[in-house]
């Protein structure tokens, strides 16, 4: 599922080619939808015991699954005020979002609305806002407890997105959108004699989703709504820009001195804000071809904790980093489906850095006092590819606004350990990352980009 939006892209853009031109009304009326997605999802865990004195709590903000979905999708719009589009849809999506333990996602139904902006007579971005409601999986506790299953229901919550649709001719569109889903929590009691433990878990889905759409239209035929009036200048120049999106990491962690020990999962996950710089080159009347570079400050976290109390006596621990800054240089390569919307794939090289991951263990003996360890795994930078996808289109000869998905997988990396307590043996512990992020970006194109000359373009 990982390059699902690759080839949907692709295949969208052949479809593009012997499509005929878009009706105003395209935008009004009833619509369904065939499609596919990729989510990664973070869950907060809270296990709690209570027996005779003992209490132990341990919350993890970061327990990360994945998988892909399969999606089907109804919908009515209504074009209001002539470049402002609302609507109503439903989806259902059919998945399996799970990991090698813990929790699992199942199926999916949204119900939402959504509000757009025509910033070309074919191009539609919009937001959306909604009721999520998912199936889930049994649930493991970890704590030891391999073979624990127990049942949590399902999830109810709430989801916002953002994205683009465009339409290619002959009633059909092709809508991307990133989509972050909050569920509530939602937990179960296992019954371990002489233990009782309280388990629960309250997840959060960033999902890229991709769909091809048959719009019915509301009847009637007119031509394009010229009110928009489309760029005909080339995309010829240098630009530069801003973007702002959300991303998630799902980083697998092994011990290599202890090969048996298994591996375990760091969700992290966050907003961030890019500044970016590229060069375009107009190839013909239907080809773009660019490379660009990406800075981006992130704030992807990660933290758990867990507690410990015996009557007087108490221990905490506590494992927090995060992913503070992302670079991204490559290439794309586009298909112009108008004279201003490009539909285009990118790759490239990527490169992120990890925090220190800083591990802290206080306790309370009332007889010997109080005392604290500190330790930390040494932070480093991640380096990888990333592959994505994503729509650009012009609002005039200067500004265009573009949305773009991408998947990066980052090498593995040995993390050096130390610690504050010298009779504590230290182990190094390997990190393997991969991360999603989708993002917005307004782009100002520099110089005076010159028109299309239709005879030097064919």
């Known amino acids: 599922m990982r390059n699902s939006v690759i080839v949907a892209l692709l295949a969208c853009s052949v479809a593009g080619t012997v499509s005929g031109p878009a009706l105003a009304n395209d935008w009004e009326g009833l619509s369904l939808g065939i499609g596919g997605a990729y989510g990664m999802a973070n869950g907060r865990m809270h296990n709690s015991v209570e027996v005779s004195g003992i209490s132990f709590d341990q919350t993890t903000s970061g327990v990360p699954n994945s998988g892909g979905l399969f999606s089907l999708s109804a919908g009515y719009d209504h074009a209001l005020l002539g470049?402002?589009?609302?609507?109503?849809?439903?989806?259902?999506d059919f998945a399996s979002m799970g990991s090698d333990s813990s929790y699992g996602i199942g199926n999916q139904l949204s119900v939402g609305g959504r509000l757009g902006y025509l910033v070309a007579p074919t191009t539609l971005f919009f937001s959306t806002v909604g009721y999520?409601?998912?199936?889930?999986?049994?649930?493991?506790?970890?704590?030891?407890?391999?073979?624990l299953r127990g049942d949590i229901g399902s999830f109810d919550g709430y989801f916002v997105g953002s994205g683009v649709e465009l339409l290619i001719g002959g009633g059909f569109s092709l809508k991307a959108e990133y989509r972050y889903?909050?569920?509530?929590?939602?937990?179960?009691?296992?019954?371990?004699?002489?233990?009782?433990?309280?388990?629960t878990v309250k997840p959060e889905i960033q999902t890229a989703r991709i769909s091809l759409n048959y719009r019915f239209g509301n009847g009637k035929h007119e031509p394009v709504d010229n009110s928009i009036p489309p760029?005909?200048?080339?995309?010829?120049?240098?630009?530069?820009?801003?973007?702002?999106?959300?991303?998630?990491?799902?980083?697998?962690?092994?011990?290599?001195?202890?090969?048996?020990?298994?591996?375990?999962?760091?969700?992290?996950?966050?907003?961030?804000?890019?500044?970016?710089?590229?060069?375009?080159?107009?190839?013909?009347?239907?080809?773009?071809?660019?490379?660009?570079?990406?800075?981006?400050?992130?704030?992807?976290?990660?933290?758990s904790?867990?507690?410990?109390?015996?009557?007087?006596?108490?221990?905490?621990?506590?494992?927090?980093?995060?992913?503070?800054?992302?670079?991204?240089?490559?290439?794309?390569?586009?298909?112009?489906?108008?004279?201003?919307?490009?539909?285009?794939?990118?790759?490239?090289?990527?490169?992120?850095?990890?925090?220190?991951?800083?591990?802290?263990?206080?306790?309370?003996?009332?007889?010997?006092?109080?005392?604290?360890?500190?330790?930390?795994?040494?932070?480093?930078?991640?380096?990888?590819?990333?592959?994505?996808?994503?729509?650009?289109?012009?609002?005039?000869?200067?500004?265009?606004?573009?949305?773009?998905?991408?998947?990066?997988?980052?090498?593995?990396?040995?993390?050096?350990?130390?610690?504050?307590?010298?009779?504590?043996?230290?182990?190094?512990?390997?990190?393997?990352?991969?991360?999603?992020?989708?993002?917005?970006?307004?782009?100002?194109?520099?110089?005076?980009?010159?028109?299309?000359?239709?005879a030097s373009l064919k």
Do not use: C
């Not at 999520?132 to 073979?147: K, M, Q, V």
């Open 132 to 147: 999520a409601h998912a199936d889930a999986s049994n649930i493991n506790p970890g704590l030891g407890f391999a073979g």
């Open 231 to 303: 760029v005909t200048s080339s995309w010829t120049s240098p630009y530069m820009g801003i973007s702002a999106g959300a991303g998630i990491a799902d980083t697998r962690g092994s011990t290599p001195e202890d090969p048996d020990a298994g591996t375990g999962h760091l969700g992290n996950d966050g907003a961030f804000l890019s500044f970016n710089a590229g060069y375009d080159y107009q190839i013909n009347s239907r080809f773009v071809a660019g490379a660009f570079a990406d800075a981006a400050y992130t704030n992807f976290g990660y933290d």
């Open 305 to 454: 904790t867990q507690s410990i109390a015996l009557g007087p006596f108490s221990e905490s621990a506590t494992v927090r980093n995060k992913f503070e800054n992302l670079f991204m240089v490559g290439g794309r390569f586009g298909y112009l489906t108008a004279p201003d919307t490009l539909l285009f794939v990118s790759g490239g090289y990527a490169n992120a850095g990890l925090n220190d991951t800083r591990i802290d263990i206080r306790t309370n003996n009332p007889f010997v006092g109080s005392g604290a360890i500190s330790g930390k795994l040494q932070g480093k930078r991640f380096s990888g590819g990333f592959v994505g996808g994503g729509i650009e289109t012009r609002i005039n000869d200067s500004l265009s606004l573009k949305a773009e998905y991408r998947y990066v997988d980052f090498g593995s990396e040995i993390l050096s350990g130390s610690t504050t307590d010298p009779n504590i043996d230290v182990v190094s512990e390997k990190f393997d990352p991969v991360l999603q992020v989708g993002m917005l970006s307004l782009n100002w194109r520099l110089g005076n980009p010159s028109p299309a000359d239709a």
């Open 181 to 199: 889903t909050s569920y509530q929590s939602r937990g179960t009691k296992f019954d371990i004699a002489p233990l009782e433990l309280v388990t």
């Open 83 to 92: 470049t402002l589009v609302v609507g109503a849809f439903v989806d259902y």
